[in-house]
């Protein structure tokens, strides 16, 4: 996830990342399952349903501001 984000041009590092990507689910955000390959456990994560309506209003608000910001 580092590496696809740092392609985009943003810069995390796993000491920013993972207490996000924690918080967002102790928030009910997301919901993580672990995942094991010989000794690698890797923990996926899955957007809820609060997640999907949380990301569609942050959707909403930034073409509001960037709307906003176009016409001043």
């Avoid at 041009?9 to 993972?18: A, F, I, Q």
């Avoid at 899955?46 to 073409?63: S, Y």
């Amino acid at each position: 996830m580092i590496d696809e984000l740092a392609h985009h041009g943003y810069r995390l590092s796993p000491g920013t990342l993972y207490p996000m990507l924690h918080k967002m689910e102790r928030d009910g955000y997301l919901v993580s399952r672990q995942d094991r390959e010989g000794r690698t456990v890797r923990k996926l994560y899955t957007i809820t349903t609060k997640g999907k309506e949380g990301l569609a209003l942050a959707k909403e608000r930034i073409r509001e501001f960037t709307g906003e910001a176009m016409h001043k």
